[in-house]
């Protein structure tokens, strides 16, 4: 079975460190940056199978970068999961009328987040 290609946009580098040692080498090529035009510039030169977003990040959050996948690129099919720490209704909503095929709130515990991202890009 082929790696699947994930993107992960991410500010914190405590957080950063869980992705690096909680998504197993043998089902994920990872790639992690820390901030929304980086995490576009990777998308797009990349083009990863999933691609977890945070809200809160520098330059663009991860909404705008939702939102430049979904419109401007017109990507319907890439699994899309925001990870982050606001769990607000309005949010969630904004998100998913854009199509996010997950919502994870943190803190996560990091021997669940695989199976959590494969439930979701799987569901799609």
């Excluded at 797009?44 to 977890?52: E, F, G, M, Q």
Aim: proline share 6%; charged share 30%.
């Amino acid at each position: 079975m082929p790696k699947l290609k994930i993107l992960i946009a991410e500010d914190s580098s405590p957080i950063q460190l869980l992705y690096q040692t909680g998504l197993p080498d043998a089902l994920f090529d990872k790639q992690i940056v820390a901030d929304g035009d980086k995490a576009l510039a990777a998308y797009t030169s990349w083009k990863p199978d999933i691609v977890l977003l945070d809200i809160n990040m520098p330059i663009k959050n991860g909404f705008q970068v939702l939102k430049a996948i979904r419109e401007e690129k017109r990507d319907k099919t890439t699994t899309v999961v925001i990870v982050t720490s606001s769990s607000e209704k309005d949010e969630v909503i904004a998100c998913a009328k854009l199509g996010i095929q997950g919502y994870i709130v943190k803190p996560f515990k990091r021997e669940e987040l695989p199976l959590k991202i494969m439930e979701c890009h799987k569901g799609k």
